[in-house]
């Protein structure tokens, strides 16, 4: 009992830090989620009342702001990923938080949890749209994933008849898939934060190194024909054309990456003085 | 509890090349309010770092009621309640939202003192931390040490900020509920006056090196200034000399005990003894972190 109950104060305060913007993006995704399940249903039918030509617009609005909301998810992990145990040292809070009697690791995998099950929240409840039934007419019957095409996935790959809906493959994949991404997202930032022991610079190394690795994986794609993994480009891949076993293994090996970035950041993180 | 609270032996913390603790040799005995005094940049600090595991000794050992500081890190945090330096909490957190916090990492919290603090000290417990003064930053740290109920409090520089008034009434809570309990307190200060007022030992540091370690009483008994003047006088610290230092063609020196018994000493060695007089702390701190001629023969 005493071990559950320090685990709750101090997964309260984690909660406390991470609060404020975790409820802005949410509240983002439900917005925007809720104006594309709105044009979608056009319940007062006043984008049927519209000229064709508008209607046409109407019907690109969902799809642009649905997908783009899924695929730009991966980027609130940095943002909550900047918010990790080393904004203590920034803050000047880590003589305090150090000084409690709980091991370091416990501290930090307490917050970087909060912080990736927040992040799985996110992703889930954007997902959550993309099944809303929509009636006959206007984009065919079925759920809004029927249109739901991100903008990275070729154009020829269709999204909305490989899998009945509610399949695993048609739900939990992308939601899988998805999550993955924005974990790496939030691992690396988490980590680099943890480094760097600042948000601000945390969030600016993650970026660097994501742009020079994404540099060197086009370099190399692009100049030697030699692929490495990438995980933007290789998690997207998976998440709507097809899920399977191979695609599972991908995912898992990514998940590993998010571990190994915290245990790098767990290391670090015992070894610092204040 | 062990007979000392907290044992160095050798203790060297280094930061590229300049050592900002060197050798520090400490005992303070259980049940002691210790003041640890040193000037800016002393080493203070530092010490107090690596008793609590913020900063890892380079070399030399310590332990803290009886447990080492390498392997023990845990268990010392669980009985040890530590004021820091600079006073900074979580600004989005209210003092009672600090309270709740931080009562979940010990078993012992006692809300009755949490109580007892706050009316005493006049702490406003449902303002943001941010929104909070200096002093009453300082005054929400003390009160959650005191609540942990730690057989050592260790407390960098407790009173910095607090008006005359509260800074009282923190010297006497801690005097009343800690030291009055048989607890240990452990206690950085720039204030002799403070110090003066609730310790019963005093450690002096500076430039990293113990100076002085004695108890008040035995300063104030028994301490005295020696100034002599005169040629070939004694330059070493050897007992019962504490400090030694030239001025002029004048010596002065610190002296422990006997200090009669030393004057007539220097005298038949030919000098001329112009004062014997009794030491404050301050006195005592002064004389030992003066930066001057060193008494060279």
């Given amino acids: ?274 | 509890m062990s007979e000392h609270a907290i044992v160095t032996q050798g203790l060297v913390k280094r930061y590229g090349k300049l050592a900002a603790v060197n050798g520090l040799e400490m005992r303070v005995p259980g049940g002691a309010v210790y003041g640890f005094l040193g000037r800016n940049g002393a080493g203070k600090t530092t010490t107090i770092k690596m008793l609590l595991g913020l900063a890892r000794p380079n070399a030399g050992s310590a332990r803290v009621l009886g447990l080492d500081i390498a392997r023990d890190r845990l268990e010392i945090l669980r009985r040890v309640a530590f004021v820091g330096e600079y006073k900074v909490l979580y600004d989005q957190l209210t003092a009672a939202e600090m309270v709740r916090f931080t009562r979940s990492f010990y078993p012992g919290w006692s809300d009755a003192a949490v109580e007892k603090c706050a009316r005493l000290l006049e702490i406003p417990m449902l303002q943001e931390f941010r929104k909070l003064s200096k002093g009453n930053r300082a005054k929400v740290w003390m009160l959650l040490a005191l609540a942990q109920q730690a057989e050592l409090l260790v407390l960098d520089e407790p009173t910095a900020g607090l008006d005359p008034f509260i800074n009282d009434a923190v010297l006497n809570l801690l005097a009343e509920e800690v030291a009055g309990d048989g607890r240990t307190i452990f206690f950085s200060s720039h204030h002799l006056a403070e110090v003066e007022q609730i310790c019963d030992w005093v450690g002096i540091v500076d430039e990293g090196r113990m100076l002085l370690e004695a108890r008040l009483e035995d300063i104030r008994e028994h301490y005295r200034l020696v100034i002599a003047a005169g040629r070939d006088l004694p330059a070493g610290k050897t007992a019962p000399v504490v400090a030694a230092a030239r001025n002029g063609q004048f010596s002065r020196y610190v002296v422990a005990r006997d200090a009669q018994a030393f004057a007539a000493q220097l005298t038949s060695q030919g000098a001329s003894v112009t004062e014997v007089a009794p030491l404050s702390l301050r006195a005592v701190f002064i004389e030992l972190v003066r930066k001057e001629e060193p008494c060279l023969p």
């Fill in chain 1, 1 to 274: 009992m005493p071990a559950l109950s320090v685990a709750n104060g101090y997964l309260w305060k984690c909660w406390r830090d991470t609060r404020s913007t975790f409820l802005i993006i949410l509240s983002a995704v439900l917005v925007v989620g809720a104006f594309g399940v709105y044009v979608a249903f056009d319940p007062f039918g006043w984008i049927a009342a519209k000229p064709v030509d508008l209607q046409v617009q109407w019907q690109i609005a969902p799809q642009a702001l649905l997908g783009t909301m899924l695929l730009s998810l991966p980027f609130a992990g940095m943002v909550l990923g900047a918010l990790g145990v080393g904004t203590e040292f920034e803050r000047g809070t880590a003589d305090f938080l150090l000084t409690r009697p709980r091991s370091r690791r416990h501290l930090l995998w307490t917050s970087w949890a909060l912080g990736a099950a927040q992040m799985a929240l996110l992703v889930l409840v954007s997902n959550l749209f993309r099944l809303a039934p929509v009636g006959p007419g206007r984009f065919g019957e079925g759920s809004l994933r029927n249109f739901l095409r991100p903008p990275t996935v070729h154009r020829s790959v269709t999204l909305s008849h490989r899998y009945p809906v509610g399949s695993f493959e048609d739900f939990l994949g992308p939601v899988l898939v998805l999550c993955t991404m924005a974990l790496v997202f939030y691992s690396l930032t988490y980590l680099m934060t943890t480094l760097a022991r600042s948000g601000r610079n945390g969030t600016g190394l993650a970026l660097g190194v994501m742009i020079a690795y994404g540099s060197v994986f086009a370099t190399l794609r692009n100049w030697y024909d030699i692929r490495i993994p990438f995980f933007p480009v290789d998690l997207i891949q998976l998440a709507f054309p097809a899920f399977d076993s191979a695609s599972m293994a991908i995912v898992a090996g990514w998940l590993a990456v998010c571990v190994a970035l915290t245990l790098v950041a767990q290391l670090s993180f015992e070894r610092a003085e204040i």
